[in-house]
């Protein structure tokens, strides 16, 4: 069984506590994530802390998914870790990290993942999943971009 990995890394030009604190809020993952999923939070935790759970509903290629993530580390504002309790995948352990750097934050995804079904499950994963997670990082980054612009480059 593969683990596969994908990783992000990115820069914005706000303070680390501001972006934490967006990042911490289960609400703002549907601002991260395409519509084409029609992703919504059901369960969201009153405080982040380890055990915290949080759960959705979400489409996958038309498929009705319900998506249940366990934060298992919690560290403000330098990163959080959440699994999938249950959910689509076999595997999937999400790395959220932060750091201050250059008057702005750093902020690195590292997700680990793996595909049920044995050799069905690497098929599938060759012919779509590694698009599919691709493409919604890459929109999620799109998003961080447009939720924290720089300020400096936009004015006149």
Do not use: C
């Not at 990995?5 to 395409?34: G, K, Y």
């Amino acid at each position: 069984m593969s683990t596969h990995e994908l990783r992000r890394n990115q820069w914005v030009p706000h303070p680390i506590d501001r972006v934490f604190s967006f990042f911490a809020t289960p609400e703002n993952l549907e601002d991260l994530t395409p519509s084409f999923l029609r992703f919504r939070i059901t369960r969201a935790p009153r405080k982040m802390e380890p055990g915290a759970r949080i759960d959705y509903k979400l489409r996958i290629h038309g498929l009705p998914v319900r998506w249940r993530t366990i934060i298992e580390e919690w560290d403000p504002p330098h990163q959080f870790v959440d699994v999938q309790a249950k959910g689509p995948y076999k595997l999937w352990h999400h790395t959220h990290r932060f750091s201050s750097q250059n008057g702005g934050t750093a902020i690195e995804d590292i997700v680990h993942y793996q595909l049920p079904f044995g050799w069905l499950g690497a098929a599938a994963h060759r012919l779509v999943v590694s698009r599919d997670v691709d493409e919604i990082f890459e929109y999620r980054q799109k998003r961080i971009r447009e939720l924290f612009p720089d300020l400096r480059t936009t004015q006149s």
